[in-house]
């Protein structure tokens, strides 16, 4: 069957068999810091069907779960190393090694200057005994939960920041691509999805690398990103038709799939009608209680735009169990 038919049949089988995916962002991370062994383990028991991993490079080169390459919002490096940020004022992991970075203890998101909490609501900042994981202690710890609660849980890692982490010498798909195959989610059939914003490096990734695994392009909001990939050349029907030979899905932003009037009234873009067509999963990013779409009244009002408007296949969320409970009071 031609690649574009046998992934339209597989659009199909999965919007007839399933629910819609639910994709723990950085873990419960409504409830947890972020990427923590604590905020996935929530994730795990709260039924997410997907854990997000972020990964960057330390300097000795280990992928390690973090979500930026900077580590002075989530952590105490400023108060512990003040003179190893750069020149921009930034801390940035791939300046320390692994064993400095589990040094360091971990933190609900805060805004460096201030101190203050990004989401006043969550875990308090500061508080808790939290430290950073490398990816294999994560997958380690994702297939125990899959083992000791008879329930798997699907890995979905991101590749942050390729081109930039090209620019500092390295090469994090190469590093990543051999720790997902070891733990065994290197084909088509495994319980993951890797993803990433750059076009150019999910080309290398599934052509010279030789990637067998299923694989999301993310898009975001802006027109072009800092790679040079053309989102907007990305999102129309052509464009969509071309990326189906080398990606499952795509994860665009909320942003580019539902949109809502001062009034309140929400539509939806055809962007995700337009990705079925191509044979293209579609899974947007980021459900948030506590930040909602702006004129989105309510998180209802969201989960019913994007399961019942949109259709979407799937959702990142920092509330695994809200949705979940949507999507099951829905069926
Ligand atoms: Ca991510």
């Not at 399933?18 to 419960?28: D, K, N």
């Not at 059939?189 to 890797?194: G, H, Q, V, W």
């Not at 009244?297 to 949705?323: I, K, M, N």
């Amino acid at each position: 069957m031609p690649r574009i038919l046998l992934a339209m049949s597989l659009v199909a089988t999965l919007h007839a068999q399933s629910l819609p995916l639910v994709i723990a962002h950085r873990g419960a991370s409504g409830y947890l810091p972020e990427h923590t062994l604590p905020a996935k383990a929530l994730a795990h028991a709260l039924g997410a069907d997907f854990l997000e991993q972020d990964l960057v490079l330390t300097r000795d080169n280990v992928p390690v779960v973090l979500h930026d390459i900077h580590i002075d919002t989530i952590s105490d490096v400023a108060r512990r190393h003040p003179d190893r940020h750069r020149s921009d004022g930034r801390f940035y992991a791939i300046d320390f090694t692994l064993e400095e970075l589990k040094q360091l203890r971990l933190s609900e998101r805060f805004v460096a200057k201030t101190g203050r909490a990004v989401f006043p609501h969550r875990f308090p900042v500061g508080s808790g005994e939290f430290r950073i994981v490398t990816l294999e202690e994560e997958l380690t710890f994702i297939q125990g939960l899959n083992h000791s609660t008879s329930r798997t849980a699907g890995v979905y890692p991101e590749l942050k920041q390729p081109a930039w982490h090209r620019a500092q010498g390295r090469d994090l798909a190469a590093v990543v691509l051999p720790v997902l195959e070891k733990f065994g989610y290197g084909d088509s059939s495994a319980p993951c999805y890797l993803q990433c914003f750059e076009y150019r490096e999910v080309q290398r990734i599934r052509r010279d690398l030789g990637w067998k695994g299923r694989m999301i392009l993310l898009i975001e909001a802006d027109s072009k990103g800092e790679d040079g990939t053309d989102y907007d050349a990305v999102c129309r029907p052509e464009g969509l038709k071309e990326l189906a030979r080398w990606v499952n899905g795509i994860g665009p932003s909320l942003s580019r799939v539902l949109s809502w009037s001062p009034a309140g009234g929400v539509k939806a873009s055809p962007l995700t009608s337009d990705a079925h067509a191509a044979g293209l999963l579609v899974h947007p990013y980021t459900v948030r209680r506590d930040e909602l779409p702006k004129g989105c009244g309510s998180l209802d009002a969201l989960h019913q735009a994007l399961f019942q408007e949109a259709r979407v296949d799937g959702v990142f969320t920092d509330f695994p169990d809200l949705t979940r409970a949507w999507l099951q009071q829905h069926r």
